[in-house]
């Protein structure tokens, strides 16, 4: 983690939208800007094409790509580039998170508020999952960053003060607390959390792991599939798991 390339990251391109159209109103939402110029400030060596498709940023250390959710859309792509490069696909969690309102008819933004909501890394896994056939590949990588963002979204929920159902219009994000990466099988074993009995359910995991059951669930599917956890039995209708040794 490099936290003043970070941040001169975002003064960049975070002060040539504001300076240019505003933000939100460019073709390219500013995260994405941001993290690419974070990784290969070069622009000669972003959006490079590869094959049938247009990478992120190509290097000499291979292919990154910025993929904030919807890791399903890079399947081919992960496709085509692992045969012959490693390849790291990046994503980025709000673990501080500021609300912005802005009003689409007068264009007037209000002061930001603090939300209570703090990202986790769990908060990747939904996301993981949907690309987990690639996550056992050693030319394989993916880096969670989690920042603190703000969040401008547009008052036009169907609520009445139109903020319930309203939509984003961009995140900016404005510092990096931490870098996580997952380079190879063992890294994984970074969702496995403290005080795990030896034998624990679904249930168990989400409690020791403060998150959702389900979401939960979809982590162990995710540590089954890299042989992370193994399962062991049941008890009652729940299967009972354990953690894998070190070898």
């Given at each position: 983690m490099d936290r003043q390339a970070f941040l001169l990251a975002c003064d960049k391109i975070v002060g040539n939208k504001r300076d240019l159209k505003g933000i939100g109103t460019l073709?390219?939402?500013?995260?994405?800007?941001?993290?690419?110029?974070y990784y290969q400030p070069y622009s000669e060596s972003q959006e490079v094409k590869v094959g049938n498709f247009v990478a992120d940023i190509v290097s000499e250390n291979?292919?990154?790509?910025?993929?904030?959710?919807s890791f399903y859309k890079l399947i081919k792509k992960l496709d085509c580039f692992l045969e012959f490069c490693d390849v790291t696909v990046v994503t980025a969690l709000p673990a501080i998170k500021y609300i912005s309102w802005l009003?689409?008819?007068?264009?007037?933004?209000?002061?930001?508020?603090?939300?209570?909501?703090?990202?986790?890394?769990?908060?990747?896994?939904?996301?993981?999952?949907?690309?987990?056939?690639?996550?056992?590949?050693?030319?394989?990588?993916?880096?969670?960053?989690?920042?603190?963002?703000?969040d401008i979204r547009y008052l036009?929920?169907?609520?009445?003060?139109?903020?319930?159902?309203?939509?984003?219009?961009?995140?900016?994000?404005?510092?990096?607390?931490?870098?996580?990466?997952?380079?190879?099988?063992?890294?994984?074993r970074q969702?496995?959390?403290?005080?795990?009995?030896?034998?624990?359910?679904?249930?168990?995991?989400?409690d020791c792991a403060g998150i959702y059951r389900n979401v939960a669930q979809t982590t162990l599917n995710i540590l089954s599939y890299l042989g992370i956890v193994e399962k062991t039995g049941k008890t009652g209708k729940a299967y009972l798991y354990k953690v894998t040794p070190i070898i």
């Open positions: 073709g390219e939402k500013t995260m994405h800007a941001v993290l690419k110029e291979g292919i990154i790509e910025i993929q904030t959710r009003d689409p008819e007068t264009g007037k933004c209000s002061n930001r508020r603090k939300s209570p909501y703090k990202a986790s890394i769990y908060d990747a896994v939904n996301e993981m999952y949907s690309i987990k056939y690639t996550l056992d590949n050693p030319r394989m990588h993916i880096r969670i960053l989690l920042l603190e963002v703000e036009n929920g169907w609520s009445k003060n139109k903020k319930r159902g309203s939509s984003r219009c961009d995140r900016i994000p404005i510092d990096i607390i931490d870098e996580i990466e997952f380079n190879c099988v063992h890294d994984y969702f496995i959390p403290k005080n795990l009995p030896e034998h624990f359910t679904s249930k168990d995991f989400a």
